[in-house]
Nanobody
Framework: VQLQASGGGLVQAGGSLRLSCVQS????????VAWFRQAPGMDRTTVAA????????YYADSVKGRFTISRDNARNTVYLEMSSLRPEDTAVYYC???????????????????WGQGTLVTVSS
């Protein structure tokens, strides 16, 4: 299984970006998907996650109302729509998937099996 993330770049504060992550090697139908991010000098943290059956979606408080996670199972692709971006959103964004993530562990890094290489988002003030 490989994950390829794309869509990062430089954007001004208040702007929008859409990140995409394509999984190859296996279908991620019935898998949970998530985005994490790591700012310079900081630990990696959860941004958004979607349980495999779509019944539960998690957002970090800092992105609620601004970011939206979605998936297209036919394309094996997960998206992160980001709007009203702030300089503090600057980070490397990682997509991740896993077949055995239980709902209560949706925001836990250790619950996921496969990780993309990361895509850099830089928000200028």
């Amino acid at each position: 299984v490989q994950l390829q993330a794309s869509g990062g770049g430089l954007v001004q504060a208040g702007g929008s970006l859409r990140l995409s992550c394509v999984q190859s090697g296996r279908s991620f139908n019935n898998w949970s998907v998530a985005w994490f991010r790591q700012a310079p000098g900081m630990d990696r943290t959860t941004v958004a996650a979607m349980h495999r059956n779509g019944g539960r979606i998690y957002y970090a408080d800092s992105v609620k109302g601004r970011f939206t996670i979605s998936r297209d199972n036919a394309r094996n692709t997960v998206y992160l729509e980001m709007s009203s971006l702030r300089p503090e959103d600057t980070a490397v964004y990682y997509c991740t998937t896993g077949p055995s993530v239980i709902s209560s562990n949706l925001a836990s890094q250790t619950a996921y099996a496969y990780w993309g290489q990361g895509t850099l988002v830089t928000v200028s003030s």
